[in-house]
């Protein structure tokens, strides 16, 4: 089964696991989703995430992090979608939540946070925003 929107469905299975207060959340790997991965681990957001490598097909599983039962990620949305890809330069960067959340940005130096890509000053897409 091939998806149109791997991201959004990684989005969404992260949402739902959370509603339902799981532990770990299981979805189809990629290189992609695991640069996202390691990211939202970097930031706080989540606590751990491993690629399981069974029957050919790699699998991204995401260890999700609580504070006092609630999840840390209260909000996690896709801006970039296949139907309509949203591009920004450095300057333009948004700021999520005045700097407590951030923005993944897509770049020509790589997948990247917000913060990061002003430093360096480099735009691109802006995949989704965290908070």
Not at 24 to 51: H, M, Q
Not at 54 to 83: M, Q
């Given at each position: 089964?091939?998806?149109?929107?791997?991201?959004?469905?990684?989005?969404?299975?992260?949402?739902?696991?959370?509603?339902?207060?799981?532990?770990?959340?299981?979805?189809?790997?990629?290189?992609?989703?695991?640069?996202?991965?390691?990211?939202?681990?970097?930031?706080?957001?989540?606590?751990?995430f491993k690629i399981?490598?069974?029957?050919?097909?790699?699998?991204?599983?995401?260890?999700?992090?609580?504070?006092?039962?609630?999840?840390?990620?209260?909000?996690?949305?896709?801006?970039?979608?296949?139907?309509?890809?949203?591009?920004?330069?450095?300057?333009?960067?948004?700021?999520?939540?005045?700097?407590?959340?951030?923005?993944?940005?897509?770049?020509?130096?790589?997948?990247?946070?917000?913060?990061?890509?002003?430093?360096?000053?480099?735009?691109?897409?802006?995949?989704?925003?965290?908070?």
């Amino acid at each position: 089964m091939s998806l149109s929107d791997p991201i959004g469905d990684m989005i969404a299975r992260v949402k739902n696991a959370q509603a339902r207060n799981h532990k770990k959340v299981e979805l189809p790997s990629s290189n992609f989703k695991t640069k996202i991965a390691d990211i939202l681990k970097n930031e706080g957001f989540i606590k751990d995430f491993k690629i399981n490598v069974e029957d050919k097909k790699p699998t991204l599983s995401l260890e999700l992090k609580y504070h006092s039962g609630n999840p840390v990620i209260s909000a996690f949305e896709r801006v970039s979608k296949p139907g309509r890809r949203i591009f920004s330069s450095a300057s333009g960067l948004p700021r999520i939540n005045n700097g407590l959340g951030i923005a993944i940005i897509s770049t020509p130096k790589g997948v990247m946070t917000d913060i990061d890509a002003r430093k360096q000053k480099v735009g691109g897409e802006i995949i989704c925003k965290v908070f």
